[in-house]
């Protein structure tokens, strides 16, 4: 897995007005939670969105250096959420949550169904009924996603999340 190093700044000024500003002057107004508490930053909308378009970037470790705060330690963190402007597709917003490298974290992975079932090739219809799968592990060991081989099925068969084999330390929650 990538990690990205990132800068941001902390800011004291919260509310609608002051992140129209942020984003006006090329900046992502952003939340770091850490532990029930959250800290309100802003970071430059390029890196934030060249982390987002990199291969597994919304899973991607965050190196994060924050400026203008007196506990200014270096922080890992993951990408919680984003929002996405619908008629810009600029970002809006960003939520990091603050990682420990030791503690597993939950988070959703994307489903990658590969080969063509025998079963379509027959006359019959695929139906996939989940997208991604919650699983559980240290953050150096989230997967960018977990591929299903379905050559093998036939018409009427199915595939359950318990015939997947996840990677060691992962464990597969949904």
Do not use: W
């Not at 250096?65 to 990408?79: H, W, Y």
């Not at 603050?98 to 974290?105: I, L, R």
């Not at 240290?138 to 036939?154: A, R, T």
């Amino acid at each position: 897995m990538e990690k990205f190093a990132l800068t941001a700044q902390f800011r004291e000024k919260t509310g609608k007005g002051v992140a129209r500003g942020l984003r006006r002057g090329q900046m992502v107004p952003a939340v770091l939670y850490s532990h029930g508490k959250s800290t309100p930053i802003a970071m430059k909308d390029k890196e934030v969105n060249s982390i987002l378009n990199a291969e597994g970037g919304e899973h991607a470790l965050i190196s994060l250096r924050l400026e203008g705060i007196k506990d200014a330690a270096e922080r890992v963190a993951l990408i919680k959420d984003y929002q996405i402007d619908p008629v810009s597709g600029g970002l809006i917003h960003v939520d990091l949550m603050e990682v420990a490298m030791d503690e597993k974290v939950r988070i959703p992975v994307a489903l990658h169904i590969t080969g063509a079932a025998a079963g379509v090739k027959e006359g019959g219809i695929l139906q996939a009924g989940m997208r991604e799968l919650e699983v559980e592990c240290l953050p150096n060991q989230i997967p960018g996603s977990i591929d299903i081989d379905i050559s093998e099925l036939k018409i009427n068969e199915s595939l359950h999340v318990r015939d997947i084999k996840p990677a060691p330390g992962i464990r597969i929650l949904t």
